[in-house]
Structures are given as structure tokens and as C-alpha cells.
């Protein structure tokens, strides 16, 4: 089973909107969150980096935040552009301790359109 | 600028046959991944290596390998291609072990 979830797996949204995508993660603890954007065809490109003690990272007309007791993240973005059309993806990163360290689990990607 | 480049970027190719994919990069990173990317599923570690001579096998790794005799370069190989490793294949580099990845462009492989 896959240690991290996301939704929905695609959705919709007018240019102008604001969205928020989910993830859920049962990784835990975890050395570090982060959320990708891969635009078609290309490889994913970072969007922002959590650590467990941090709640909320912003990058331009993204946030992503992280809620540690619900094993919850989420990235909003605001006021969507036609460039903002792409997979985002959610990335858990296992702790030190573990032998998984440095081996990412990732996301499915939820995918995102946006239209005129 | 430093970059990580994938060869090549399409390659169809016949069950059973012997298949190299390139993976360069110019960041003189320690630490290079394969991974393998299929619709419905998040990408998925094949191999990865954290120097040169180093090299250790991901959760998906049967039927692939990994050598590593530069830092620039960790090339995969297909040892006899089957129609289940039809997907698209990333590369990615990073300097700390636990540092952002840095992805390549994919190579999408076919299978017939």
C-alpha cells in the first residue's frame, strides 16, 4: 500500500481560482515534506521543502502546509494561471534513523487543468 | 549551467533485447537515482548510488542494473527488455543524501 495518498486525483479549475490539493501520508516520523510540480513531458521540479517541526512554506502562489497530528499536508494556489496546468506531487522523505533514509516515497500526483 | 540530461529521451524496442538508458550530470553530485514512473502510480526507486563504485538496489529493481564509474554518470540497463518495463524513466541527482533531487527530462521507454 502506498504511504502516501493524495486527492483528488484530478480536478478542474477557472484561471483566476484558488485550489487546494491533499495529501495524506502514514510515514512517520518523516525527515522532510515536499511538493513537486511536473508539467507534461518534463521531469519534477521542487516546489517547496517541510520539516517535520515546520506548518507552512510558501513559494510564490503556492503554500503548502503540514499538519504533524494528522499525518496531513496540503498545497493551496492561488489565483491558478494557465501555467499552473501540471502534476503536483507529494514526497515524504523517511527519517535519518532508518534504513530508508534518502529513499523518497512519493505521491501519485494529482492532476491539475486550468482553463480560460 | 549545471544540468542532468536523460538518452535517449524515446526508444522503442523488442522483448527480450538489452537496453541502456544515459543518465549525465554536470552538478558533481554524489547521489544518483533511477526511477521509473507509470500512470496511476508515484514514481518508484529502481537503483540508486551515493558515489562512485557504489550502488544499491530500490524497491523495484528486478530485471534492472546500475553501474557507476564516474560521479557524472549512473547508466541503466535492461538486462532482456520485457513488455512490463514499458514506462517512463527519470533520473535524478542531488549533493546531500537527503537533499532535493534534481530530475531529468525522462526517458519513455516502449516494450513491444
Known amino acids: 500500500k502506498n504511504q502516501v495518498e493524495q486527492s483528488p486525483q484530478s480536478l478542474i479549475i477557472l484561471e483566476g481560482k484558488n485550489c487546494t490539493l491533499q495529501c495524506n501520508y502514514t510515514v512517520s516520523p518523516f525527515s522532510n515534506l515536499r511538493w513537486y510540480k511536473q508539467d507534461t513531458g518534463r521531469g519534477p521540479v521542487s516546489l517547496t521543502i517541510?520539516?517535520?517541526?515546520?506548518n507552512t512554506k510558501s513559494n510564490g502562489r503556492y503554500t503548502a502546509t503540514l499538519d504533524a497530528d494528522t499525518k496531513q499536508s496540503s498545497l493551496h494556489i492561488t489565483a491558478s494561471q494557465l501555467s499552473d496546468s501540471a502534476s503536483y506531487i507529494c514526497v515524504v522523505s523517511p527519517p535519518m534513523t532508518t534504513d530508508s533514509w534518502g529513499k523518497l516515497q512519493f505521491g501519485a500526483g494529482t492532476q491539475v487543468v486550468v482553463t480560460p | 549551467d549545471a544540468e542532468i540530461t536523460q538518452s535517449p529521451r524515446h526508444k522503442i524496442t523488442e522483448t527480450g533485447r538489452q537496453v541502456t538508458l544515459a543518465c549525465h550530470q554536470t552538478w558533481n553530485h554524489n547521489n544518483m537515482f533511477w526511477y521509473r514512473q507509470d500512470l496511476g502510480h508515484g514514481l518508484r526507486l529502481i537503483h540508486y548510488?551515493?558515489?562512485?563504485?557504489?550502488?544499491n538496489k530500490g524497491e523495484v529493481s528486478d530485471g534492472y542494473s546500475v553501474s557507476r564509474s564516474n560521479t557524472e554518470d549512473l547508466p541503466l540497463t535492461l538486462e532482456s527488455a520485457a513488455s512490463s518495463q514499458t514506462s517512463v524513466y527519470f533520473c535524478?541527482?542531488?549533493?546531500?543524501?537527503?537533499?532535493?533531487?534534481?530530475f531529468g527530462p525522462g526517458t519513455r521507454l516502449t516494450v513491444t
Open positions: 535524478a541527482s542531488s549533493r546531500d543524501r537527503n537533499g532535493e533531487q534534481y
Open positions: 517541510m520539516t517535520f517541526s515546520e
Open positions: 548510488s551515493y558515489g562512485v563504485h557504489d550502488t
